[in-house]
């Protein structure tokens, strides 16, 4: 059949197959279905209790597809840091210990053996030049080493890694993997780890059409927009599906943007307030990162507090005491543990003992995101802007142990496109302000300010105190429903009359990139 070079893989499809003749068939009647099915929410959708709405759901078929395709397709540990999150979920599952003790190995036998059985360690950073083993002679030695009478150790691992110093949360969740292949090999444990994945990729999914729902007062075009956006975008599939703590934090990330919309549009309902703060606790117990979002959160309970008609808001102030003491009773706890438990609180970045420079700091920032000027000291490694590279390459789709891209042609298009959407997203603010979107505004604007400023501080410590770059694009993911949000806005602006159009259009090429991602997973692991 006809050819099609999309990115750096080559896509044949035959023509002459039935199953590829239906697929295609299924695929072109199915889009227009799913913006048909929302295309009547130009206006507000009328509540429907007990029904997942159908774009909604036929979304989430796709994205668990496309979530199962990745768990499978990338090779065992070719994502970033995967060994060493797999071997602390691990300990856990194995002995309920947290990973870091002195003296024990960084992963158990099991594990290292399983690694070298594929090359999985040597071909990090370089699967083109040392590719994972896939001959027969190789699996056939693994298997038998593995049914042997004197099994490999699982828990004689435990030591420190970087990963070890992480709050425990994401690696609960990921042990049920271990258990429940508990009897399998490595590669079993991995992958059914990874497909426990999808499950959040399927939750950070539901919690944009919610957040979308909320923002944008159940427009279904919008919320298809914005959920499809994050659900489908390659580099929040790669990274829900790799064993890494980053796939729950774009979960709750997620589900806190929504429920701080919810705070702030409903007068700071109790249910919501408590949910909004025990969200946020589950993200710091996730990844230090997510202390960026406890002022974010604040914000909005103040936000929603002061909606409340005065002579309620004493009456509600104990309502946000109570949410404040969900948010701090699990977070004090880890403060209290982690140092006895081989965890940190905050990051294990160390600066070299060298001061922060306020000016030096900003010297950074305008260097990461303009270009240098003649009189300030060069800070970054990077040729040219970091935030090309940071965050519209990395952001968008470098696979692997980042280091499997696609055509640049594609990061250009890519760049001009979300450029034209940030422009356009300031111009309908200016001029279609809505009453009380100042609030909303002020609540996103400031989750953003939040994480970009301790990412930015935490890599001008590692700069000062010697260290290379630090920041990768995953680390922007958990705002990716804020980049929903904002294609969403753009939609629901349309014409009416090529709404639908834009929006089957937004959902082929989030298609495509998936495609061309998937295919240079492919063409650099397996071709």
Same mark, same amino acid.
């Given at each position: 059949g006809p050819a099609l070079r999309v990115g750096m893989a080559t896509v044949t499809?035959?023509?002459?197959?039935?199953?590829?003749?239906?697929?295609?068939?299924?695929?072109? $009647?199915?889009?227009?279905?799913?913006?048909?099915?929302?295309?009547?929410?130009?206006?507000?959708?009328?509540?429907?209790?007990?029904?997942?709405?159908?774009?909604?759901?036929?979304?989430?078929?796709?994205?668990?597809?496309?979530?199962?395709?990745?768990?499978?397709?990338?090779?065992?540990?070719?994502?970033?840091?995967?060994?060493?999150?797999?071997?602390?979920?691990?300990?856990?599952?194995?002995?309920?210990?947290?990973?870091?003790?002195?003296?024990?190995?960084?992963?158990?036998?099991?594990?290292?053996?399983?690694?070298?059985?594929?090359?999985? =360690?040597?071909?990090?950073?370089?699967?083109?030049?040392?590719?994972?083993?896939?001959?027969?002679?190789?699996? #056939?030695?693994?298997?038998?080493?593995?049914?042997?009478?004197?099994?490999?150790?699982?828990?004689?691992?435990?030591?420190?890694?970087?990963? $070890?110093?992480?709050?425990?949360?994401?690696?609960?969740?990921?042990a049920i993997g271990t258990w429940i292949d508990h009897g399998g090999t490595a590669f079993g444990r991995l992958y059914t780890t990874r497909l426990l994945g999808v499950v959040l990729l399927l939750l950070t999914t539901t919690a944009a059409w919610l957040l979308a729902g909320e923002v944008f007062a159940r427009r279904r075009l919008a919320q298809?927009?914005?959920?499809?956006?994050?659900?489908?975008?390659?580099?929040?599939?790669?990274?829900?599906?790799?064993?890494?703590?980053?796939?729950?934090?774009?979960?709750?990330?997620?589900?806190?943007?929504?429920?701080?919309a919810r705070v702030i549009n409903r007068a700071a309902q109790r249910v919501d307030a408590v949910a909004l703060c025990a969200v946020t606790a589950a993200a710091i117990l996730v990844k230090a990162t997510s202390y960026a979002l406890v002022a974010p959160a604040l914000l909005a309970l103040l936000l929603g507090w002061r909606r409340r008609p005065r002579e309620e808001r004493r009456h509600a102030a104990g309502h946000l005491t109570l949410a404040v003491g969900v948010l701090l009773a699990p977070v004090l706890a880890w403060v209290a543990l982690a140092p006895g438990l081989g965890g940190t609180t905050l990051t294990s970045v160390s600066s070299g003992g060298h001061a922060f420079n306020v000016r030096q700091f900003l010297s950074y920032v305008w260097q990461f995101y303009l270009p240098r000027l003649p009189f300030l000291t060069p800070?970054?490694?990077?040729?040219?802007?970091?935030?090309?590279?940071?965050?519209?390459?990395?952001?968008? =789709?470098?696979?692997g142990w980042l280091d499997v891209s696609l055509a640049p042609w594609i990061y250009a298009v890519a760049g001009i496109a979300i450029g034209g959407?940030?422009?356009?997203?300031?111009?309908?603010?200016?001029?279609?302000?809505?009453?009380?979107?100042?609030?909303?505004?002020?609540?996103?604007?400031?989750?953003?300010?939040?994480l970009l400023?301790?990412?930015?501080?935490?890599?001008?410590?590692?700069?000062?105190?010697?260290?290379?770059?630090?920041?990768?694009?995953?680390?922007?993911?958990?705002?990716?429903?804020?980049?929903?949000? #904002?294609?969403?806005?753009?939609?629901?602006?349309?014409?009416?009359?090529?709404?639908?159009?834009?929006?089957v259009l937004v959902l082929v090429v989030l298609l495509t990139l998936q495609v061309a991602s998937l295919g240079a997973v492919a063409q650099a692991y397996y071709l």
């Open positions: 499809v035959d023509t002459r197959s039935t199953s590829s003749r239906l697929a295609a068939r299924w695929v072109c $009647s199915t889009l227009p279905t799913m913006v048909v099915a929302v295309q009547r929410g130009s206006a507000p959708a009328a509540p429907r209790r007990g029904l997942v709405p159908r774009g909604l759901g036929v979304l989430l078929v796709l994205v668990t597809i496309i979530g199962v395709a990745w768990a499978l397709l990338v090779p065992p540990w070719q994502t970033p840091d995967e060994l060493n999150h797999f071997a602390y979920a691990q300990s856990l599952a194995e002995s309920f210990t947290l990973p870091g003790a002195p003296g024990r190995l960084p992963v158990s036998a099991d594990i290292s053996f399983a690694d070298g059985a594929v090359g999985a =360690g040597r071909g990090a950073f370089f699967p083109r030049f040392s590719p994972p083993v896939w001959s027969r002679a190789a699996a #056939a030695e693994y298997a038998a080493r593995e049914s042997g009478s004197d099994p490999l150790s699982r828990t004689n691992g435990g030591g420190a890694t970087n990963a $070890s110093t992480n709050p425990p949360l994401y690696y609960l969740f990921a298809l927009l914005c959920a499809a956006t994050v659900g489908l975008l390659p580099m929040a599939t790669f990274m829900s599906t790799s064993v890494n703590p980053d796939a729950l934090l774009m979960t709750t990330w997620t589900f806190a943007l929504w429920l701080g800070l970054q490694t990077w040729p040219d802007l970091a935030v090309w590279h940071v965050w519209l390459r990395g952001g968008l =789709g470098t696979f959407i940030g422009v356009a997203v300031v111009i309908l603010l200016v001029r279609r302000r809505s009453p009380g979107a100042g609030a909303l505004l002020a609540f996103f604007a400031l989750c953003l300010v939040a400023g301790l990412l930015h501080i935490t890599e001008y410590r590692v700069l000062i105190g010697g260290g290379g770059p630090f920041l990768q694009g995953r680390y922007l993911l958990p705002l990716v429903s804020l980049f929903g949000l #904002a294609v969403g806005l753009v939609g629901g602006h349309l014409p009416i009359r090529v709404r639908a159009p834009a929006a």
